[in-house]
């Protein structure tokens, strides 16, 4: 199971870490993917990470401003948000997938594996 952590309230122009930490399985050979849905909205992919780390791939909303990274000896992998936006309020999931479609899984398509989300609101 994945689960997602380090979501709060943060002013506009903050930073936050989120961390997507894996059990039960091996993360290290999967992609891991950041989504958000922000209150009625849809669903919308923010990263995507390769297994070995060297493939990364942001939402145009999220480049210049996330960064997505694994440490696979903890078996966990990071969203950083920083310049954080009122647009960018939203719950924040993670989730993997052990092969795919890269053009399909930035989209959430085909993951195999979802973590609960965690809020992340931007207000002053």
């Known amino acids: 199971q994945l689960q997602a952590s380090g979501g709060g309230l943060v002013q506009p122009g903050g930073s936050l870490r989120l961390s997507c930490a894996a059990s039960?399985?091996?993360?290290?050979?999967?992609?891991i993917g950041w989504f958000r849905q922000a209150p009625g909205k849809e669903r919308e992919g923010v990263a995507l990470?390769?297994?070995?780390?060297?493939?990364?791939d942001y939402a145009d909303s999220a480049k210049g401003r996330f960064t997505i990274s694994r440490d696979n000896a903890k078996n966990t992998v990071y969203l950083q948000l920083n310049s954080l936006k009122p647009e960018d309020t939203a719950v924040y999931y993670c989730?993997?997938?052990?092969?795919?479609?890269?053009?399909?899984?930035?989209?959430?398509?085909?993951?195999?594996?979802w973590g609960k989300g965690t809020l992340v609101t931007v207000s002053s």
């Open positions: 989730a993997a997938a052990r092969s795919g479609v890269w053009s399909r899984l930035k989209s959430g398509v085909d993951m195999d594996y």
């Open positions: 039960g399985f091996t993360s290290e050979y999967y992609m």
């Open positions: 990470i390769g297994n070995s780390g060297g493939r990364t």
